[in-house]
């Protein structure tokens, strides 16, 4: 089982819902950059402030900045069993920082899992997609509903929209993505560090293709 694995995937790919169950089997610690901003913008921290009108607009923050917060996690996360990436990284100039990072902290390397799902379903699940206000966790008003509609099943809280999951904002962050991100494809792939699924199909189908490359390395 690799100790560092990146979920690699455009916005809306499943990296999130895909995240909370391989770190429970996997016990990794899941590292997400787009909670850790949230969590600031919600705190009003100068991080935060600065961080709101790049998310709102569907727009990366800047390299620096989330270089600097991933640093300082991982110096917290040192004893951890390993830890699985959700978000991050998200340009090569990310990429190249974090394998610096982790040779430094005397950390494994990544092994880079990239989830495929095409455009237009991504427009379909990140409109429908709702989240607890209080304990973040993830569903869809179709694919994953919660048993009492606008309740979170697991903390009672209320399920709201994400602010930049509104169709406008989801198509400039699918180009987003596609400029920026997706030359990590190469870059991993060159390192031979990449594997490949379909994020297409069900939640459980999905992990089991995940869980059947983490369970055979
Ligand atoms: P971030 O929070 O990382 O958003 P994202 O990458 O756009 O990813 P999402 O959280 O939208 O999607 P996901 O792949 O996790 O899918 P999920 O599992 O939720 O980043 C937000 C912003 O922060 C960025 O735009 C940027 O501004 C900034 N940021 C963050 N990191 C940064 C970085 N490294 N550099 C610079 N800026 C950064 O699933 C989506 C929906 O689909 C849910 O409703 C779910 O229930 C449903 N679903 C999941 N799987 C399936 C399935 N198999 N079938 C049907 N529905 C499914």
């Not at 902290?105 to 880079?112: A, D, G, R, T, W």
């Not at 697991?154 to 169709?167: H, S, Y």
Request: aromatic share 4%.
């Amino acid at each position: 089982m690799a100790k560092n694995v990146v979920l690699l995937g455009p916005p809306g790919a499943g990296k999130g819902t895909q995240a909370e169950r391989i770190s429970k089997k996997y016990g990794l610690v899941q590292l997400s950059t787009g909670d850790m901003l949230r969590e600031a913008v919600k705190k009003g921290t100068p991080l935060g402030m600065q961080a709101k009108s790049y998310m709102d607009k569907g727009e990366l923050v800047p390299d620096d900045v989330v270089i600097g917060i991933v640093r300082e996690k991982l110096k917290e996360l040192k004893n951890a069993p390993g830890v699985l990436f959700d978000g991050f990284p998200r340009t090569v100039e990310q990429a190249k920082a974090l394998d610096s990072m982790l040779e430094e902290e005397e950390l494994s390397p990544v092994m880079v899992i990239q989830m495929e799902v095409d455009d237009s379903e991504i427009i379909e699940r990140l409109t429908g997609r709702r989240v607890c206000e209080k304990c973040g966790a993830n569903y869809h008003v179709k694919f994953n509903p919660p048993q009492k509609n606008g309740t979170c099943d697991a903390c009672g809280g209320p399920l709201v929209q994400r602010a930049d999951d509104n169709e406008e904002t989801v198509r400039n962050r699918l180009k987003v993505y596609h400029q920026s991100t997706s030359p990590l494809v190469g870059y991993y792939r060159e390192a031979g560090k990449l594997r490949v699924v379909g994020g297409s199909g069900s939640i459980d189908e999905v992990f089991s293709r995940i869980d059947s490359i983490l369970s055979s390395v």
